[in-house]
């Protein structure tokens, strides 16, 4: 069992920065596969950014050129860095482990494990 622990949300203004953190514990971290999903208030939720196993790196194109997702395995650790923020970009993200360590997954389903999602507020 693999448990995951968000932190790093906040209210921001629009432009602003804020960098999302994900701790995982109770598994071999550096063999997986780990992204970010969101959902914003009233809309299913949607893929930000994934890393594989071997640092392959997947942007939505929403996000691409602004959000930067990174991993230590070393913390066991997952970060989003999210700069030039939108009020658009407000919703609670979620952390996801995906035991596969495959590139380029993007779709809830092949997720194994969720944290409980932290909250990104945007204001304009």
């Known amino acids: 069992q693999v448990q995951l622990v968000e932190s790093g949300g906040g209210l921001v203004q629009a432009g602003g920065s804020l960098r999302l953190s994900c701790a995982a514990s109770g598994g071999t971290f550096s063999r997986y596969t780990m992204g970010w999903f969101r959902q914003a208030p009233g809309k299913e939720r949607e893929f930000v950014a994934t890393?594989?196993?071997?640092?392959?790196?997947w942007y939505a194109d929403s996000v691409k050129g602004r959000f930067t997702i990174s991993r230590d395995n070393a913390k066991n650790m997952v970060n989003l860095q999210m700069n030039s923020l939108k009020p658009e970009d407000t919703a609670v993200y979620y952390c996801?482990?995906?035991?596969?360590?495959?590139?380029?997954?993007?779709?809830?389903?092949?997720?194994?494990?969720w944290g409980q999602g932290t909250q990104v507020t945007v204001s304009s």
């Open positions: 890393i594989s196993r071997t640092d392959i790196r």
């Open positions: 996801a482990a995906d035991l596969s360590g495959s590139a380029y997954i993007i779709r809830e389903r092949h997720y194994d494990f």
